[in-house]
């Protein structure tokens, strides 16, 4: 497993101008086929290999490159599937923001277009048409270890905060049409309560209404993380 052994070497790689070295693509593919694997996230590493595209590609590189476009949106898939795993967290925007404009004007590239629908999706909220549109193309997904749970996790983030009860049968719709066994296994890890056969109850919203717990979406460390992105382009 990719543990923060790891993380701290990729760190200490990519400090000052190393940053910016292409020698270091290889091994941050690498790793991000390890984070894929084994249910890992650096966001810094993959917004490198981002921003190592956009070099290469204005560049005499970009020749090249543009040959193996194929190979390029397949990372960038990957890299925005993982993105979409930190969600509330903007990471799926920011990553989004550092692909190179010719990636871009090509949205009609049916896996490309797939991730951007599923972010949306999720975006709005529209979470049964998440799971339709993602099981439409599952082989996009499949290698990325936990990446149902994850969403699992934001759209169980999205309830706590939004809801005091729900139907039974609607909770099971929105986490991905789950059977009775897995739906009262998620009810259990967030603490909610079947209180009667159909509804689950979600929370005391009077008691998440109070100033020191309100935190707005933005948070500064996130738009602090968009500047320095930009800042080093």
Same mark, same amino acid.
């Given at each position: 497993? /990719?543990?923060?052994? !790891? !993380?701290?070497?990729?760190?200490?790689?990519?400090?000052?101008?190393?940053?910016?070295?292409?020698?270091?693509?290889?091994?941050?593919?690498?790793?991000?086929?390890?984070?894929?694997?084994? =249910?890992?996230?650096?966001?810094?590493?993959?917004?490198?290999?981002?921003?190592?595209?956009?070099?290469?590609?204005?560049?005499?590189?970009?020749? +090249?490159?543009?040959?193996?476009?194929?190979?390029?949106? #397949?990372?960038?898939?990957?890299?925005?599937? !993982?993105?979409?795993?930190?969600?509330?967290?903007?990471?799926?925007?920011?990553?989004?923001?550092?692909?190179?404009?010719?990636?871009?004007?090509?949205?009609?590239?049916?896996?490309?277009?797939?991730?951007?629908?599923?972010?949306? *999706?999720?975006?709005?909220?529209?979470?049964?048409?998440?799971?339709? /549109?993602?099981?439409?193309?599952?082989?996009?997904?499949?290698?990325?270890?936990?990446?149902?749970? *994850?969403?699992?996790?934001?759209?169980?983030?999205?309830?706590?905060?939004?809801?005091?009860?729900?139907? #039974?049968?609607?909770?099971? #719709?929105?986490?991905?049409?789950?059977?009775?066994?897995?739906?009262?296994?998620?009810?259990?890890? =967030? +603490?909610?309560?079947?209180?009667?056969?159909?509804?689950?109850?979600?929370?005391?919203?009077?008691?998440?209404?109070? *100033?020191? =717990?309100? !935190?707005?979406?933005?948070?500064?460390?996130?738009?602090?993380? /968009?500047?320095?992105?930009?800042?080093?382009?």
């Amino acid at each position: 497993m /990719v543990g923060e052994s !790891k !993380k701290d070497k990729i760190r200490d790689m990519l400090k000052g101008i190393e940053l910016y070295n292409p020698n270091n693509l290889t091994i941050l593919l690498q790793y991000l086929d390890e984070q894929c694997i084994d =249910n890992h996230y650096d966001l810094e590493a993959n917004l490198t290999i981002l921003r190592l595209y956009q070099f290469r590609m204005n560049t005499e590189i970009g020749e +090249e490159e543009e040959r193996n476009k194929d190979v390029v949106k #397949k990372v960038i898939i990957k890299i925005l599937l !993982k993105a979409l795993t930190a969600l509330p967290n903007t990471d799926f925007i920011l990553c989004k923001s550092l692909i190179h404009p010719s990636l871009m004007e090509e949205e009609t590239d049916d896996e490309l277009k797939h991730v951007l629908n599923l972010h949306q *999706s999720l975006e709005t909220c529209n979470f049964e048409e998440f799971w339709k /549109v993602l099981r439409a193309k599952p082989a996009v997904y499949m290698n990325i270890t936990g990446f149902e749970d *994850s969403i699992r996790k934001f759209i169980c983030y999205v309830v706590k905060i939004t809801y005091q009860t729900m139907r #039974k049968d609607l909770l099971g #719709k929105i986490l991905g049409g789950l059977d009775e066994t897995q739906l009262k296994y998620w009810i259990k890890i =967030n +603490e909610w309560e079947e209180k009667e056969p159909e509804y689950v109850f979600i929370s005391n919203q009077e008691e998440l209404i109070k *100033s020191k =717990n309100i !935190k707005e979406k933005i948070e500064f460390d996130n738009v602090a993380r /968009v500047v320095a992105a930009y800042a080093k382009q």
